[in-house]
């Protein structure tokens, strides 16, 4: 099982970038798909992005599509995000999770079930 810690959130304006990283233990983080999602209060938690075992497939969000960009490094052990051209609507509490299946890509990985391993999140707030 992998244990993930996010960090890198913060209170930016709109239009500014941000990068999250997220700290990954466990032997199955560099063999897994990875994804980033969010949650603002009183709503779901939303899918963001996700990258394939190699880092070679990426999947992301309409709504973030051209602006973020997931990445990682299996050697390090860390998953990123970066954000650019933040928007008030990117506010919400960000976190990184493993596939739950360990499997190294699949078609639209977009759902919160198939994933496990959850953060405690990271904060990002777009004042506007």
């Known amino acids: 099982q992998v244990q993930l810690v996010e960090s890198g959130g913060g209170l930016v304006q709109a239009g500014d970038s941000l990068r999250l990283s997220c700290a990954a233990s466990g032997r199955t983080f560099s063999t897994s798909v990875m994804g980033w999602f969010r949650q603002a209060p009183g709503k779901e938690r939303e899918f963001v992005a996700a990258?394939?075992?190699?880092?070679?497939?990426?999947y992301y969000a309409d709504s973030v599509k051209g602006r973020f960009t997931i990445s990682r490094d299996n050697s390090k052990y860390t998953l990123s995000l970066q954000m650019n051209s933040l928007k008030p609507e990117d506010t919400a509490a960000y976190y990184c999770?493993?596939?739950?299946?360990?499997?190294?890509?699949?078609?639209?990985?977009?759902?919160?079930?198939?994933?496990?391993?959850w953060g405690q999140g990271t904060q990002v707030t777009v004042s506007s």
């Open positions: 990258i394939s075992w190699s880092g070679a497939i990426t």
């Open positions: 999770a493993a596939d739950r299946y360990n499997r190294r890509w699949y078609e639209r990985p977009v759902s919160a079930y198939e994933y496990a391993g």
